[in-house]
């Protein structure tokens, strides 16, 4: 492994820019200058300043570039701006210059590979911009969206019973695919926007956004853009087309006759209509807080909110006194950037909330999952809440109130997973044997939880995101045998072939559950494991068959 290159301080007395910097000059009158540091980081800065850091080869003192540029500057008006471009680590500090890399890891859970440069493909498109642009188009695709939503509400009903059941593996295949390629368009819009208006989107490729697969199309050279406006157009052309392909795909239901075709476009339609409304968020880096910052005017909008609200979060804490702001005189700023410090935490926990059955269902790899989730919030918070330490520090507050603060929280949360009692219910499956009797499914390798005759049991569909109770049931002797398990026991999957290797324990059919067939003769059991404190609910729910 080669050895990296410490950084040293910059030489502030003859500076030099780093070797991945470059100034662009305004795309039109009235467009600002921009200073762009590699791939990913760029600055909005006037021409005086650009034309400083155009001069910064490293052979001239403050005294010459003060020469070189002209009044107004000094000599001291140099030397603060040198000091400005090295706290952005724009000068050359020794490191070597930011390689381009086709695999980039975006936090705080974003892994992008880099495929194309799309500039000269989008540029082929630009003339296709204008007459879409025309206000009879843009009317026509806003009333295949409200169509499309009117669409979709009608076909209520058949949405519902196919979320609430299994479907086919093609089904699910194509639904992925027709979300995938409309996620490919929305980002070839973005590019084709802003090639539009000047700019060159610099990178295509393909993300796992929070482990969700998509396509990213990089328009940070909108900030070239002269105008909010057109900015703004550039983050919302994606969610507008994806949003009609949402609207088309509902009406196209419409026609299609009742059955697995019209519920896998239905539920294309809900996808990309949901995966909109997510981009509409201003809470992560996605297409409405690149909206809102452009509208507003403020780079780095969701930074510099965060940065307010974690200072504030520490003044109240920890007390100190010399807290900056850096979006001050906006009273919005520090409500705006506790939204943006707890959202992502937010969008784990509901992910790992909904997809908790299946993770429990999936045995070992299930609770393996669950752990990486946990492990990435608490180190979430972690980082979190040494960098509000680290603040209130500079800020002169005092390291003993810091601790007593620490301690307190340590005890709390010590105190709640000890006595706050919860109710646990494993997620397992259940089959209909041949002799119509039921079994309980359980992953081999553990079931996480102990099995005792005649605890309670409820039957449920296996659905993707509804699971209707079709009855109820109790254990009978817990004395299991090893079997072949469908995959619809597991997983919302409509396959009844013998795919799984699991332990099958015997059920006592309830008063209410029928005898099952088709659709409902194997689905969910939801086994009711008892009342335990915080701690051990948790073990009980996800890490038993971690545990031994």
């Known amino acids: 492994m080669p050895a990296t290159k410490t950084a040293a301080a910059p030489d502030l007395e003859r500076p030099r820019t780093a070797g991945d910097v470059a100034v662009h000059e305004p795309l039109t009158d009235g467009a600002p200058w921009v200073i762009q540091r590699g791939e990913h980081q760029h600055f909005r800065t006037s021409e005086n300043l650009a034309r400083l850091v155009r001069l910064l080869d490293g052979s001239r003192d403050h005294d010459q570039l003060a020469a070189d540029l002209g009044r107004p500057w000094t000599p001291d008006h140099v030397d603060r701006a040198i000091r400005n471009l090295a706290d952005s680590q724009l000068l050359d500090d020794g490191r070597p210059a930011q390689r381009v890399r086709r695999v980039r890891f975006a936090g705080p859970l974003t892994i992008q590979f880099t495929l194309l440069k799309p500039e000269r493909m989008l540029r082929r498109l630009t003339p296709l911009i204008r007459p879409l642009a025309h206000r009879a188009v843009l009317a026509g695709a806003a009333a295949v969206i409200l169509l499309g939503v009117l669409a979709l509400a009608a076909s209520g009903p058949t949405l519902g019973a196919a979320l609430s059941r299994p479907m086919p593996l093609w089904s699910y295949a194509a639904v992925m695919l027709g979300v995938l390629l409309t996620t490919a368009v929305h980002e070839i819009a973005h590019g084709a926007v802003l090639t539009h208006h000047g700019g060159r989107p610099s990178r295509m490729g393909f993300m796992l956004f929070y482990m969700s697969p998509a396509f990213f199309c990089d328009v940070s050279d909108g900030w070239r853009l002269p105008s909010p406006r057109q900015r703004v157009q550039v983050a919302l052309a994606g969610i507008a087309v994806q949003a009609v392909a949402a609207g088309s795909a509902a009406l196209a239901a419409l026609l299609v006759p009742a059955g697995p075709p019209r519920d896998t476009l239905l539920l294309v339609a809900l996808v990309n209509y949901m995966t909109c409304a997510v981009n509409l968020l201003p809470l992560v880096k996605l297409d409405g807080y690149i909206a809102l910052m452009s509208h507003l005017d403020i780079s780095h909008l969701r930074e510099k909110a965060m940065t307010d609200a974690r200072r504030f979060v520490a003044r109240l804490l920890f007390g100190g006194r010399d807290y900056g702001r850096e979006l001050s005189g906006r009273r919005w700023a520090v409500p705006y950037g506790i939204a943006c410090l707890l959202f992502p935490l ?63 929280a340590a005890v709390s949360l010590g105190l709640a997973a000890t006595l706050v009692q919860v109710p646990a219910t494993v997620s397992a499956g259940y089959t209909t044997n ?96 008892g009342d335990h404190p915080l701690w051990k609910w948790f073990a009980v729910s996800y890490l038993g068959p971690l545990l031994p």
């Open 346 to 408: 937010y969008l784990v926990s509901t992910a790992l909330t909904l997809w908790s059955s299946i993770l429990q269902r999936l045995g070992i790899a299930g609770s393996v999952l669950m752990v990486c989730g946990l492990g990435y919030l608490l180190w979430r918070l972690g980082k979190g809440t040494a960098t509000l330490v680290k603040d209130a520090l500079r800020a002169g507050a005092r390291p003993l109130r810091i601790a007593a603060a620490g301690l307190l």
């Open 434 to 529: 041949s002799d119509g009797s039921l079994s309980l499914l359980v992953p081999e390798g553990g079931a996480g939880f102990e099995l005792e005759e005649g605890t309670p049991v409820t039957l449920r569909r296996s659905g993707l995101f509804s699971r209707p109770e079709v009855g109820t049931a109790r254990l009978g002797e817990p004395v299991g045998h090893k079997t072949l398990a469908p995959l619809t026991a597991m997983l919302p999957v409509d396959n009844d072939r013998p795919w799984l290797a699991m332990r099958a324990y015997p059920l006592e059919r309830g008063a209410t559950t029928p005898a099952a067939s088709g659709p409902d003769g194997t689905g969910i059991a939801e086994v009711r494991a």
